[in-house]
Nanobody, 126 residues
């Protein structure tokens, strides 16, 4: 059973930082690649960052490269998204996602190939 719970969202000024956390209460966390996606009002959900099951590979959307960092702690069943130099266009609901298949890397799949959390709101003011 995969249950993802995000936390750490909030309101921050442009240029500020936030760290999002995602906890998985299941027993298979360490076998699953993880990702962060976001959805702004009126827009489709988009990829932000991904990390392989081992943590050895990461992938980022061009819009966040150099500003965001995804990490994981398999001992704690946690994945994190450190967000620096935030911009108003980063405002969105951020979702944690776990690949349904075990032992995958950071390749992107359709939404049906992931388990999803409930999301956490990030608002960046200008």
């Amino acid at each position: 059973q995969v249950q993802l719970v995000e936390s750490g969202g909030g309101l921050v000024q442009a240029g500020g930082s936030l760290r999002l956390s995602c906890a998985d209460s299941g027993r298979t966390f360490s076998m699953r690649a993880m990702g962060w996606f976001r959805q702004a009002p009126g827009k489709e959900r988009e990829f932000v960052a991904a990390i392989s099951w081992s943590g050895g590979s990461t992938r980022y959307a061009d819009s966040v490269k150099g500003r965001f960092t995804i990490t994981r702690d398999n001992a704690k069943n946690m994945v994190y998204l450190q967000m620096n130099s935030l911009k108003p266009e980063d405002t969105a609901v951020y979702y944690c996602a776990a690949r349904r298949m075990y032992y995958t890397s950071t390749d992107l799949k359709s939404h049906e190939d992931y388990y999803w959390g409930q999301g956490t709101q990030v608002t960046v003011s200008s």
